[in-house]
């Protein structure tokens, strides 16, 4: 068992009040003891620049690198190249990755990710987004993403997390946000730039603006390769990134959380 979830774990998403208490209990002791293990299959929506992935990997190795446990196994589909899973059922639970797309593109891969977060929604299944894939999250279910009318966000953010009443950062690069929340989200974090910063839908989505995949180093080459798109005091930003301590940990053990415990709460109702 990953020490992230050493015996201090506590459930992130716990369940409804309606589930008895005894199969909340079996929940926690699936977790507890690290017989859980479970496939999450990555929506990959874009791909590092050419010139930047021997350095660093592809978006999908990020996610693996910040979410690696023994509990968890990966397997990607760059939906972005049209490579789709053939069901829900080809893994447990879902993330989809940032990219530099928009969700409104007339894309027929984009409008064919809508519809696959559709499904996994109803089917319950757990569920996480990160940047442009908390965008199509919203727009999937009901909600609208537009232009900020801050304009680019890049370089450190803080959140004030609504839920846990703290404050945590992440990276960012980003130009458009939710808007309009979709009926069943429900907002638990936001910074000064972004309001609809980090989502919860129920007890299976989890969605967030930011980036708590990236790290500095990255940030920083992205920078040279792209940074002209950006007003001076986002670059100047970008470049704070080294000296601004991230809260990996934190989101790296939420999204932990929100995966395993549907999937000890799946085996304990069997």
């Not at 559709?118 to 537009?146: D, K, T």
Request: glycine fraction near 8%; charge should be negative.
């Amino acid at each position: 068992m990953s020490s992230a979830f050493g015996g201090k774990l506590q459930l992130i998403a716990t369940a409804s009040s309606s589930v008895a208490r005894e199969i909340r209990v079996r929940v926690a002791a699936l977790i507890q003891t690290g017989i859980i293990s479970m496939k999450v299959g990555i929506l990959q929506c874009d791909h590092v620049p050419s010139q930047l992935r021997a350095r660093h990997g592809d978006y999908d190795t990020f996610f693996m690198d910040l979410l690696s446990d023994e509990q968890l196994e990966f397997i990607t589909f760059p939906v972005v190249d049209g490579v789709f899973p053939n069901s829900t059922s080809d893994a447990d639970g879902w993330l989809i990755t940032g990219g530099a797309f928009s969700a409104s593109d007339p894309h027929e891969w984009i409008a064919r990710l809508k519809e696959f977060v559709r499904s996994v929604y109803q089917q319950q299944q757990p569920l996480i987004g990160v940047c442009l894939g908390h965008q199509i999250i919203a727009e999937a279910l009901g909600g609208r993403v537009e232009r900020s009318s801050a304009g680019f966000t890049a370089g450190p953010v803080e959140y004030m997390r609504h839920d846990f009443d703290t404050q945590h950062t992440a990276l960012t690069w980003h130009e458009e946000e939710v808007t309009v929340l979709p009926k069943e989200a429900e907002v638990v974090g936001a910074s000064d730039r972004c309001s609809f910063a980090i989502l919860r839908y129920g007890n299976t989505v989890l969605s967030y603006q930011g980036h708590p995949e990236i790290k500095p180093a990255f940030l920083l080459d992205l920078l040279e390769v792209h940074g002209d798109i950006l007003p001076d005091a986002m670059q100047a930003n970008v470049l704070r990134s080294p000296d601004v301590p991230s809260s990996t940990n934190a989101f790296a053990t939420e999204m932990k959380a929100l995966f395993l415990q549907n999937k000890a709460l799946e085996q304990a109702r069997s």
